[in-house]
């Protein structure tokens, strides 16, 4: 035991003492090994993906739909809330609130994520009781503290427009407008909305010069010693998985979809992309300052059973920390340019 810690030791000083910059210009398989733990199935940092849907000319009409659907107030039952409400193109499609704000000012106890690249999740919310977008579409129109509707309200005031018949028409290829063709309208858009390409895209893509050095130290870390490789994996930097981290207090997370006690506390891996621009940050939006939470994994103090086996304490210096947050803001990019619809009457 004693002579592989002194390997790696010495691994690890080889690579402290040789050029960063050099190293991680290599291809991806040619990168140092991650600090990941056996159970962990990881996949290797890289370039942003397409969307699915990316060269689907034939789903323009749907897309078109589901962009104004999507702004549509109408939607709501006070008629003054809608899907952007809480997902702003402008702030990277999230709301920038600590936790989301519905129906008559409800305030809830979830932050609203951004919906960016969300194409990618197998499951949805941050409990990941819906299974696609389709589905996790109808979950705010029609609840009480969010939009507030009921889904025959909202086909009644649809329909009352012409401008909405011929869009569904031409999407659907009739004018009959019902929930299942809404809530795919919104999903196959959402699927559209993707990040915009880093400066660690434009790096792998091989430009150089696109990180600076506090950066590919912080690239270093990310998979080695910080260990956040160990669940924000992949060119989207989230293992598509569940995990307690500590911070879920009273929640029960993925424990009300799959009723396994082992998974009591369990929340949805965010995507780190855009992280710097997403805040608050956690579930609930407890952090406001991104080194705090770096500073809170540092640690790992949580109670024995309570937290994931694949948090420890890292000891990374200040300067580690540092050049972690960093990264994190090269993995980060303003949002795409977006247009926002004009809604029919």
């Known amino acids: 035991m004693v002579l592989l810690l002194l390997s790696f030791m010495e691994k690890e000083q080889t690579i402290e003492k040789d050029d960063l910059r050099e190293i991680y210009s290599r291809p991806t398989a040619s990168w140092p090994a991650p600090h ?43 008629g003054k809330i809608s899907c952007a409400s809480c997902h702003d193109p402008a702030l990277n499609w999230t709301d920038g ?17 951004t919906i960016q690249n969300t194409w990618y999740y197998n499951r949805l919310f941050w409990d990941g009781r819906s299974r696609n977008l389709q589905d996790q579409a109808f979950g705010p129109i029609n609840s009480e503290t969010e ?32 929930p299942d063709r809404l809530t795919e309208a919104i999903a196959v858009f959402e699927k559209t909305i993707i990040s915009r390409k880093s400066r660690f895209d434009e790096f792998l893509e091989g430009n150089k010069k696109a990180l600076s050095n506090s950066e590919l130290r912080g690239l270093h870390l990310f998979r080695t010693k910080a260990r956040c490789i160990n669940c924000h994996n992949g060119p989207l930097f989230s293992d598509n998985l569940f995990h307690n981290v500590g911070f879920s207090g009273a929640e029960q997370g993925y424990y009300k979809v799959s009723h396994n006690e082992a998974d009591m506390g369990k929340i949805k891996t965010p995507s780190l992309r855009d992280v710097t621009r997403t805040g608050p940050w956690m579930h609930d939006g407890q952090f406001n300052d991104l080194q705090q939470v770096i500073s809170r994994y540092n640690l790992a103090k949580f109670p024995p059973g309570v937290a994931d086996t694949l948090l420890r304490p890292l000891g990374l210096s200040v300067r580690e920390k540092r050049d972690l947050l960093a990264f994190l803001g090269a993995i980060s990019a303003p949002p795409v340019e977006f247009n926002k619809p004009a809604i029919p009457e």
């Not at 609130?97 to 994520?113: D, L, W, Y």
């Not at 909202?154 to 869009?167: C, D, E």
């Open 147 to 178: 939009m507030h509707s009921e889904m025959y309200e909202v086909m009644r005031k649809l329909s009352r427009s012409s401008a909405y018949r011929q869009m569904f028409k031409k999407a659907f290829g009739d004018e009959g407008i019902d």
């Open 36 to 78: 990941v733990s056996p159970s962990v199935s990881w996949k290797e940092l890289g370039l942003l993906p397409e969307s699915p849907i990316a060269h689907s000319d034939s789903l323009q009409p749907m897309i078109e739909l589901g962009k104004i659907l999507f702004f549509d107030t109408k939607l709501s039952g006070s």
């Open 97 to 113: 609130k600590k936790t989301s704000v519905g129906h008559e000012g409800a305030v809830s106890k979830r932050n609203s994520p």
